[in-house]
């Protein structure tokens, strides 16, 4: 029952970073798709075409990603008594700040549709780095786990 156990563990974990995967290449793919869009003239076909293609993204791979992520990865954290340990508490921190970037660039893609450019190519280029720094920094904590 126990080797049962230890087993279902590993799918369950390799399933965690199969949708981190997915939603990390959503996230790192979105802001270019937003630089990108925001060459092409308001109301032309190719705003049109951006707004389909970021719809797409947003709703195959990002959203659900987000949610399976979440999931698995508190049903690991259950299964290991993860929720007293110091790693885990700063790991759930930088995914909580990593989902308020998902929900913001959410909010990007929608402001795009309806036409408003609030930012420049500059800082969506910056801000770009935010879901490489934040997934270096939860590998570390969740395979060293430092404390
Ligand atoms: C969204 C909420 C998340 C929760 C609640 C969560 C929770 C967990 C837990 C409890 C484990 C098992 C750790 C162990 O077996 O020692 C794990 C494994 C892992 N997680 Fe997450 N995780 C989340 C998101 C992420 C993200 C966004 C990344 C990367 C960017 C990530 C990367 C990893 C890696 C690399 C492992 C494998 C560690 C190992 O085998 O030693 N996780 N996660």
Known sequence: MSEYLSMLYLWLKSAHLIFVIFWMAGLFMMP??????????????????????????????LNPSL????????????????FT???????????????????WMM????????????MSDKRLRLVNEVPGIAAALIVILVIVKPF
């Open 32 to 61: 270019r798709f937003f630089v990108y869009h925001q060459e092409s003239p308001v109301g032309s076909a190719e705003d049109g075409k951006w707004i389909e293609r970021e719809g797409k993204l947003r709703k195959i791979i």
């Open 67 to 82: 949610i399976i992520v979440w999931i698995l990865g508190l049903v690991l954290a259950y299964q290991i008594d993860a």
């Open 107 to 118: 909010g990007y893609v929608k402001k795009l549709a309806r036409g408003e450019r609030t």
């Open 85 to 103: 340990q110091g790693w885990f508490h700063a790991k759930l921190l930088a995914v909580i700040l990593l989902s308020a970037y998902h929900m």
